[in-house]
């Protein structure tokens, strides 16, 4: 699969990357932006600090780094990036999930498996007055956002990063708190279960390592328990990097730096603005979901680029899925080429078997890369992808098709609107992804209606 490898810094890249300071910085900036590659050069430059350091103090002790990411997949992109740029010397590197990452530090405890949690909210979810998707992610929110000592912060905190309706006010708080919260609590206590978030609490108790350098990609979708972890983990002097953008937020998380722990300066706070992935009329198409979501200082709005000659038209194809297949083996065939350039099928739900036996017969290869550790190493250019797994990813053709009402979140069509909002950053992210140009599709009748967000002078609308 086409991966990139060999990166050269752009000038406002540069900037960012040619000083290292010990201690914690944020790098902010929307998609497209070179966030992750920005990152991997200022590990580069870091690691020759650390050993230009470790030769003037004649220390034998490598140095030490973690890159973390928050899924699977782009931990293996990553990991090859990581693999071509770090410099010779005595180095150790890892590139992993934080999940996967913290169980193994634990020592692979067992995991409880969340069906108690779940269980709890389907009982009280009418009592408290809220859907049951909703009050499943709002209490992950909590557990994860609070360390368990000072949980009854939930009842006056800010709820950053979920949005400003539905409203969850005190009472019902109270309510998540006392019969949802508080009893799965308990209730781990007693029959001596962890879950998930309990492994960063964990961590944050004892020093397992002592790492130089850290960068943490896509932080908006770590918690808050996770980053207090990972600071529990540094060397007495450290450089950590953390890559953020809450636009592109799409998991249930929210915290702030000071009660994460972390101390920003304002000399450690940058933000990249330029995008150099997307071409203007993909970076219009994608600006256009991005209206609907309010954004905070962690957040940057897709940038609108100049108009390119010659850059193609996003495409919204119109019909049966059958006939979008059609349509998308028939672009393939005629406007890849294959040997050079990459083609990503992404999905909501990643229901791709229709897709697979179509794309068989017409004797094009593929590789499924969703939650896949590592990046695919053979020359076939067409992945098939959910879309959560893509976050971090980018494809020269992207294809979105057969979009319908079960596939995207949404609430109601009002700003502020939690399920709504993450509607929009997910598809967005999305269209993102692409490079050259981007494809999405709906069977008439049966189209979510945030595809009326899309800017309708943005796309050309094919019937097929």
């Known amino acids: 699969m086409k991966k990139l490898t060999n990166v050269t810094p752009s000038p406002e890249q540069y900037t960012i990357i040619r000083r290292v300071r010990p201690g914690a910085e944020v790098i902010r900036g929307s998609a497209g932006s070179g966030k992750t590659t920005t990152a991997v050069l200022k590990l580069k430059l870091m690691i020759l600090w650390f050993l230009a350091r470790r030769q003037r103090t004649e220390s034998d002790e490598p140095v030490r780094a973690l890159v973390l990411t928050f899924n699977k997949t782009l931990r293996g992109y990553i990991n090859e990036l990581v693999a071509a740029n770090v410099p010779d010397g005595k180095v150790a590197v890892t590139v992993d999930t934080f999940g996967r990452w913290a169980y193994a530090t634990l020592g692979s405890p067992n995991i409880d498996d969340g069906q ?55 009472g019902t708080r109270e309510g998540i708190l006392n019969k949802v919260i508080l009893p799965y609590t308990d209730w781990k206590a007693k029959s001596g279960r962890i879950d998930w978030n309990d492994t960063a609490i964990l961590l944050t108790e004892q020093s397992y390592y002592k790492y130089d350098i850290v960068i943490v990609d896509e932080s908006q979708d770590f918690s808050a328990n996770q980053l207090r ?24 998380r929210g915290f702030t730096w000071a009660e994460a722990g972390i101390s920003i300066r304002p000399e450690s706070s940058h933000r990249l603005s330029v995008n150099y992935r997307n071409t203007p009329p993909i970076a219009r198409l994608a600006s256009s979901l991005m209206q609907n979501v309010t954004l905070d200082d962690d957040g940057t709005a ?26 998308a083996i028939e672009y393939i065939n005629t406007r890849v080429d294959l040997h050079k350039e990459s083609v990503a099928f992404l999905h909501p739900k990643g229901w791709f078997t229709y897709l697979k036996s179509r794309l068989s ?15 695919p190493e053979s020359n076939v250019n067409i992945a098939l992808c959910t879309l959560h797994s893509a976050k ?4 020269d053709h ?26 929009c950053r997910l598809l967005s992210m999305a269209i993102a992804r692409a490079r050259i140009q981007v494809v999405l599709g709906f069977k008439p009748g049966e189209e979510p209606a945030i595809l009326a967000r899309l800017d309708r002078t943005a796309y050309e609308e094919i019937v097929v």
């Open 229 to 252: 972890a990972v600071m529990s983990q540094v060397a007495d002097e450290h450089a950590v990097s953390f890559i953020i953008d809450t636009a592109q937020r799409i998991y249930a």
């Open 361 to 375: 017969a017409a004797g094009l290869d593929f590789v499924e890369v969703t939650q896949k550790r590592e990046w």
């Open 392 to 395: 971090g990813l980018d494809f």
């Open 116 to 170: 108690h949690l779940e269980a709890l909210v389907r009982i009280h979810a009418a009592e408290i007055g809220l859907a049951p998707d909703f009050l499943q992610d709002e209490c992950e929110y909590v557990i994860s956002r609070f360390h368990p000592s000072q949980l009854d912060e939930y009842l006056t905190c800010r709820r950053d990063g979920r949005g400003a309706s539905p409203r969850v006010e005190r």
């Open 302 to 327: 897709p940038s609108l680029l100049d108009p390119l000659e010659g850059a193609a038209i996003p495409v919204m194809l119109k019909g049966f899925f059958r006939d979008q297949v059609s349509w």
């Open 398 to 423: 992207v294809f979105i098709i057969g979009i319908d009402q079960t596939g995207l979140p949404e609430g109601q069509f009002d700003l502020g609107d939690e399920r709504f909002e993450l509607a």
